[in-house]
Nanobody, 115 residues
């Protein structure tokens, strides 16, 4: 089993930055992908950024330029640096680890962008 705990969410003003963290614990092996998704009220969950096996990062076109995903492999932690935040970035952000043993999700952290 793998447990994921996100942190770093909060209320920020438009144009500000925020860094989310996702710490993993448990039996972590055979990682296929690690990523961040988000879900805004009334909308479907969408991919924000992903790191696939080998360390390659990938972003949907709509997320390129303002979001950066990174990993600290020694701490089994991934991060999402979010810059120039906009009100439409308001959502619950979830981290997701895909291992051979299963597909794991964190509980989510709320990010609210508002003036």
């Amino acid at each position: 089993q793998v447990q994921l705990v996100e942190s770093g969410g909060g209320l920020v003003q438009p144009g500000e930055s925020l860094r989310l963290s996702c710490a993993a614990s448990g039996t972590i092996s055979d990682m296929l992908a690690m990523g961040w998704h988000r879900q805004a009220p009334g909308k479907q969950r969408e991919l924000v950024a992903v790191i696939i096996s080998g360390g390659i990062t990938n972003y949907p076109d709509s997320m390129k330029g303002r979001f950066v995903i990174s990993r600290d492999s020694t701490e089994n932690t991934i991060y999402l640096q979010m810059n120039s935040l906009k009100p439409e970035d308001t959502a619950v952000y979830y981290c997701n680890w895909v291992l051979l043993s299963g597909n794991y999700w964190g509980q989510g952290t709320q990010v609210t962008v508002s003036s």
